[in-house]
């Protein structure tokens, strides 16, 4: 597999910081790496736009940024909550026979951070670490349907309605009416809008704070979708996310 010279530079400059080392000089820098200045100081700029790199104003030292911080937060609150959740995505999956996901949001994608296979069949578009987009998927629009108005203005600008399948939504407008509706309904549906042939249903989980921090789903083919068990999935995906809700602390404050 090759390698990206510039991005594992700029990951050896990460990992120069430790906590006995919290900042340095831009020579340092250079002379552990052995690069030339130039070369270093545009890899620098280059972490420094995007947050992962702070230069303080006075010393002209170098120290890590919050954006690490950021992304640190969001593995750890995924590893807790898919410890806590997993023996109900099994529980759902086993009563329901269909293909579990927990998804969680990172920008403006969806991030698949476990999954359980279904007995009635396997869904094979999903895998743990893909991306989902937002505006096809029954998971992303959980995720953002509760967003307050400007964090949600936010995520959607300059968002690309990028059309998966004939289903699939192209415009804010329309994006914006769903997710009135699943604010409305309290979950989500999928139907075919994210791949061919496979129908999703979405509901939110809440932590502590009662904000939405992750969705579960269930995915099935539409070959074996009923109407009438349509409101039996949404009880289920509901019992399941108020059960890992609770455990993330959710309804006790």
Same mark, same amino acid.
């Given at each position: 597999?090759?390698?990206?010279?510039?991005?594992?530079?700029?990951?050896?400059?990460?990992? @120069?910081?430790?906590?006995?080392?919290?900042? @340095?000089?831009?020579?340092?820098?250079?002379?552990? @790496?052995? @690069?030339?200045?130039?070369?270093?100081?545009?890899?620098?700029?280059?972490?420094?736009?995007?947050?992962?790199?702070?230069?303080?104003?006075?010393?002209?030292?170098?120290?890590?940024?919050?954006?690490?911080?950021?992304?640190?937060?969001?593995?750890?609150?995924?590893?807790?909550?898919?410890?806590?959740?997993?023996?109900?995505?099994?529980?759902?999956?086993?009563?329901?026979?269909?293909?579990?996901?927990?998804?969680?949001?990172?920008?403006?994608?969806?991030?698949?951070?476990?999954?359980?296979?279904?007995?009635?069949?396997?869904?094979?578009?999903?895998?743990?670490?893909?991306?989902?987009?937002?505006?096809?998927?029954?998971?992303?629009?959980?995720?953002?349907?509760?967003?307050? #108005?400007? #964090?949600?203005?936010?995520?959607?600008?300059?968002?690309?309605?990028?059309?998966?399948?004939?289903?699939?939504?192209?415009?804010?407008?329309?994006?914006?009416? #769903?997710?009135?509706?699943?604010?409305?309904?309290?979950?989500?549906?999928?139907?075919?809008?994210?791949?061919?042939?496979?129908?999703?249903?979405?509901?939110?989980?809440?932590?502590?704070?009662?904000?939405?921090?992750?969705?579960?789903?269930?995915?099935?083919?539409?070959?074996?979708?009923?109407?009438?068990?349509?409101?039996?999935?949404?009880?289920?995906?509901?019992?399941?996310?108020?059960?890992?809700?609770?455990?993330?602390?959710?309804?006790?404050?």
């Amino acid at each position: 597999m090759p390698i990206i010279q510039a991005v594992d530079r700029a990951l050896q400059i990460l990992d @120069l910081f430790d906590e006995y080392e919290t900042e @340095l000089k831009i020579t340092e820098i250079s002379r552990r @790496l052995g @690069l030339h200045k130039s070369t270093v100081h545009s890899l620098l700029k280059t972490l420094q736009s995007r947050g992962y790199i702070i230069q303080d104003p006075d010393s002209g030292k170098y120290r890590l940024g919050l954006k690490l911080m950021e992304r640190g937060n969001l593995v750890s609150q995924g590893m807790d909550l898919r410890n806590i959740a997993k023996k109900f995505l099994m529980e759902l999956s086993l009563k329901t026979g269909l293909t579990v996901h927990l998804v969680i949001l990172d920008g403006k994608e969806g991030v698949y951070i476990d999954k359980v296979e279904g007995a009635s069949g396997v869904i094979m578009y999903s895998r743990i670490g893909r991306r989902v987009p937002i505006h096809s998927s029954a998971v992303g629009k959980v995720l953002v349907a509760f967003k307050q #108005e400007q #964090e949600l203005a936010e995520i959607l600008n300059g968002y690309v309605y990028t059309r998966q399948t004939p289903n699939t939504i192209t415009c804010e407008a329309e994006f914006l009416n #769903e997710l009135a509706a699943v604010r409305k309904k309290g979950y989500a549906v999928d139907d075919q809008e994210n791949e061919r042939g496979v129908r999703c249903m979405a509901v939110p989980v809440r932590d502590h704070t009662r904000q939405v921090i992750a969705a579960i789903s269930v995915s099935t083919p539409v070959s074996a979708h009923d109407d009438g068990t349509d409101e039996q999935i949404v009880d289920c995906l509901k019992s399941a996310a108020g059960k890992i809700s609770e455990q993330m602390g959710y309804g006790f404050c």
